[in-house]
């Protein structure tokens, strides 16, 4: 409606004009005038136009006169795309003209398509949602070969490993009273480890543990001291506690004979699951009540004998709490 009053005053004439031949003229006609008017309207919107268009705006005369510069496609792509504000024609007439201008037809589809929206691909693995990777506090993650103890913590369950330790002497027990009966009673041997404490200790008297045999010549498959290979060559033992050592009978004999094993007052019946070749879950019958414990093999014993430095290894722990 601006345009249109601004034409109209730029058309503004008396009623009579002069004509050919007549003095005074002849009345222009509406007619004539609405259609000056209209005219007159679109140059000036023409001219609006071109005034608003920002200054930093590509169009195609931009385009052509950086084709004619010599610039590489690349180069010219990156600059549509990195540009904001565009106005491309691209009708046939346009690109007619750019053609005409030796415009690649790379340059002209980003013309087409200056500012493109990346698609997410929904089928790439990078979008899929990745199942979760248990952590080294479940029991089913790849763990070292060895005995875990899973444990209830104020931080939640924990794996705990039990490292071996070797017991540091062999004793006897029952000596004399073994000379008095002429061999009759039983001497017993003693295995020994020096301190009171185990290293490893838990609170939670509902302990499950798990056993891993998969890397040979690891603590658990000592191969050249015939080392165990399932849970059913341990025992779960209660040592007797002394002032500054641990100890547990491995090994009784007398006149008739010896024997390797443990004392069955000491014994902790347990039973185990094989979960896969090579791990296994072993879970005590009862609670543990309060003390020290460990883990025994009696695998090579009667071939090294109490005391050996290789004799046999024990997984140490203690129990902080009574259920």
């Not at 601006?2 to 007619?31: F, Y």
């Not at 010549?217 to 002394?242: C, I, Q, R, V, W």
Request: hydrophobic share 40%.
């Amino acid at each position: 409606m601006l345009l249109l009053n601004h034409a109209r005053a730029a058309v503004s004439v008396p009623r009579d004009l002069p004509g050919p031949g007549d003095e005074e003229g002849k009345p222009m006609t509406r007619a004539t005038v609405r259609i000056c008017t209209i005219v007159i309207a679109i140059g000036l919107s023409a001219s609006l136009r071109a005034a608003q268009q920002a200054p930093g705006t590509l169009t195609n005369k931009e385009i052509i006169e950086m084709v004619s510069l010599g610039l590489s496609n690349d180069l010219i792509v990156d600059k549509i795309h990195a540009t904001d504000a565009t106005n491309f024609d691209t009708s046939m007439e346009g690109l007619r003209s750019l053609k005409a201008a030796n415009v690649s037809d790379i340059v002209i589809r980003a013309m087409v398509v200056p500012h493109p929206t990346i698609a997410a691909n929904t089928d790439s693995p990078a979008d899929q949602e990745q199942p979760a990777q248990p952590g080294p506090d479940d029991p089913n993650a790849p763990h070292d070969s060895g005995i875990y103890i899973y444990a209830k913590t104020k931080d939640g369950p924990k794996m705990l490993l039990l490292e071996p330790t070797v017991y540091s002497e062999g004793k006897t027990s029952g000596v004399a009273e073994s000379a008095f009966t002429f061999g009759i009673a039983k001497v017993k041997f003693l295995a020994v480890v020096q301190g009171r404490n185990a290293v490893v200790t838990t609170g939670d008297p509902n302990l499950v543990f798990y056993f891993y045999f998969e890397e040979p010549g690891s603590a658990l498959t000592y191969a050249s001291f015939e080392g165990p290979t399932s849970p059913n060559e341990f025992a779960l033992l209660k040592f007797d506690e002394k002032k500054d050592s641990r100890e547990t009978v491995v090994m009784t004999a007398n006149a008739f004979g010896t024997s390797s094993g443990t004392d069955q007052k000491a014994s902790i019946r347990f039973s185990f699951t094989r979960l896969r070749p090579g791990v296994y879950k072993v879970t005590p019958n009862a609670p543990l009540h309060q003390g020290e414990y460990c883990f025994f093999s009696s695998a090579g014993l009667g071939r090294r004998g109490p005391g050996s430095a290789g004799a046999n290894r024990l997984f140490d722990f203690a129990v902080t709490s009574t259920p």
